[in-house]
T-cell receptor
Framework: EDQVTQSPEALRLQEGESSSLNCSYT??????LFWYRQDPGKGPEFLFT???AGEEKEKERLKATLTKKESFLHITAPKPEDSATYLC????????????FGQGTELSVKP | DTAVSQTPKYLVTQMGNDKSIKCEQN?????MYWYKQDSKKFLKIMFS???????INETVPNRFSPKSPDKAHLNLHINSLELGDSAVYFC??????????FGPGTRLTVT
């Protein structure tokens, strides 16, 4: 059964303090791994898709990487506006778009 | 311009009632989804439609029935509401099974 585990559940950082969020997964055949950001009271906002081990993608202070067992979301010099819950999800081949989500990492960045 | 919209945003109702949530997307996507997010923020897929055809139908009580009048709309009807149905329901859309874009959510409270 496909499974996604994110760690830590919560992370508190000072502004400018870089860190990483982890997403461990087990799937029968990975089609894609997705990162989303969710602000309180809003829907998840798409950030990245990674398709194969070794792939990396960047957007502003965020960088996502992928291995055969896990993905990392690196946050460089975070700002308070980066505070949100970050969700990781995987899709297996031939699943018609069925995403399996992790429980999320709640990031808080203090000024 | 709203890409994926849902109505209503909040829905408070009593046990045993029947209610509907509407979703519309103006992205030109051909696939739409319903997700349920529980109190622990865990996001789980319920249904998906591709060009008005049901593709994903997870283990969801028969009281939940999706309806897709056209590929830009996907509604969710819930019969005989129960306390355990209280959650936030998200609609999403994608082109084929690529990255999914989520609506703002509908917070359902059953009393």
């Amino acid at each position: 059964e496909d499974q996604v585990t994110q760690s830590p559940e919560a992370l508190r950082l000072q502004e400018g303090e870089s860190s990483s969020l982890n997403c461990s997964y087990t799937v029968s055949g990975l089609r894609g791994l997705f990162w989303y950001r969710q602000d309180p009271g809003k829907g998840p906002e798409f950030l990245f898709t990674l398709y194969s081990a070794g792939e990396e993608k960047e957007k502003e202070r965020l960088k996502a990487t992928l291995t055969k067992k896990e993905s990392f979301l690196h946050i460089t010099a975070p700002k308070p506006e980066d505070s949100a819950t970050y969700l990781c999800a995987v899709e297996s081949h031939n699943q018609g778009g069925k995403l399996i989500f992790g429980q999320g990492t709640e990031l808080s960045v203090k000024p | 311009d709203t890409a994926v919209s849902q109505t209503p945003k909040y829905l408070v109702t009593q046990m045993g009632n029947d209610k509907s949530i509407k979703c519309e997307q103006n992205l030109g996507h051909d696939t739409m989804y319903w997700y349920k997010q529980d109190s622990k923020k865990f996001l789980k897929i319920m249904f998906s439609y591709n060009n008005k055809e049901l593709i994903i139908n997870e283990t969801v009580p028969n009281r939940f029935s999706p309806k897709s009048p056209d590929k830009a709309h996907l509604n969710l009807h819930i019969n005989s509401l129960e306390l355990g149905d209280s959650a936030v329901y998200f609609c999403a859309s994608s082109q084929e099974t690529y990255e999914q874009y989520f609506g703002p959510g509908t917070r359902l409270t059953v009393t």
